[in-house]
T-cell receptor, first 113, second 113 residues
Framework: AQSVTQLDSQVPVFEEAPVELRCNYSSSVSVYLFWYVQYPNQGLQLLLKYLSGSTLVESINGFEAEFNKSQTSFHLRKPSVHISDTAEYFCAVSVSSADKLIFGTGTRLQVFP | EPEVTQTPSHQVTQMGQEVILRCVPISNHLYFYWYRQILGQKVEFLVSFYNNEISEKSEIFDDQFSVERPDGSNFTLKIRSTKLEDSAMYFC???????????FGPGTRLTVT
């Protein structure tokens, strides 16, 4: 069975500082990896995805994530955060042969001025 | 930009009552899902639906739950006799045939009293 671990439940950071949100997964088969963001009182929005190819994927708002197969990780990074990045971030995996998403417990990113 | 919509945004019901949560997936999507998030916990898969039948369901999705696509646009989740522990945010998601990413609606908060 697959599982996702997000070790940090909360990450406080000051505006313009870099941030890394950690995600590790466990699976005996190939997986597809996703980061979703949930702004206050809103639904889940897809932030970025890794399906295949280049291990570094980027979003339009400056986030990036790197797939590391040997470490079974898909950490999310941003070199300089904004107040508006304050949200809950969820890492998720799906297995090639089945497509349900398995989510981590989420990391609350709080950006302070 | 097309989006998944859900109604109602908040539903309060008494234990033992039936509830129907409604979703309108993105129009050209063929795969549909329900997930739930109990307050403070991770997002959990409930059921996936394709070609008018359930593709996969989780252990949570017992006989009290059912899904239906009554027409060409709606996708519903029915809970026959609600329990206190059904209180959660319920998310609908949909996926295109040629993609792996799922798009989520804003959720319905179900409160069972």
């Amino acid at each position: 069975a697959q599982s996702v671990t997000q070790l940090d439940s909360q990450v406080p950071v000051f505006e313009e500082a870099p941030v890394e949100l950690r995600c590790n997964y466990s699976s005996s088969v190939s997986v597809y990896l996703f980061w979703y963001v949930q702004y206050p009182n809103q639904g889940l929005q897809l932030l970025l995805k890794y399906l295949s190819g280049s291990t570094l994927v980027e979003s339009i708002n400056g986030f990036e994530a790197e797939f590391n197969k040997s470490q079974t990780s898909f950490h999310l990074r941003k070199p300089s955060v904004h107040i508006s990045d304050t949200a809950e971030y969820f890492c998720a995996v799906s297995v090639s042969s089945a497509d349900k998403l398995i989510f981590g417990t989420g990391t609350r990113l709080q950006v302070f001025p | 930009e097309p989006e998944v919509t859900q109604t109602p945004s908040h539903q309060v019901t008494q234990m033992g009552q039936e509830v129907i949560l409604r979703c309108v997936p993105i129009s050209n999507h063929l795969y549909f899902y329900w997930y739930r998030q109990i307050l403070g916990q991770k997002v959990e898969f409930l059921v996936s639906f394709y070609n008018n039948e359930i593709s996969e369901k989780s252990e949570i999705f017992d006989d009290q739950f059912s899904v239906e696509r009554p027409d060409g646009s709606n996708f519903t989740l029915k809970i026959r006799s609600t329990k206190l522990e059904d209180s959660a945010m319920y998310f609908c998601a949909s996926r295109a045939d040629t993609a792996y990413e799922q798009y989520f609606g804003p959720g319905t908060r179900l409160t069972v009293t």
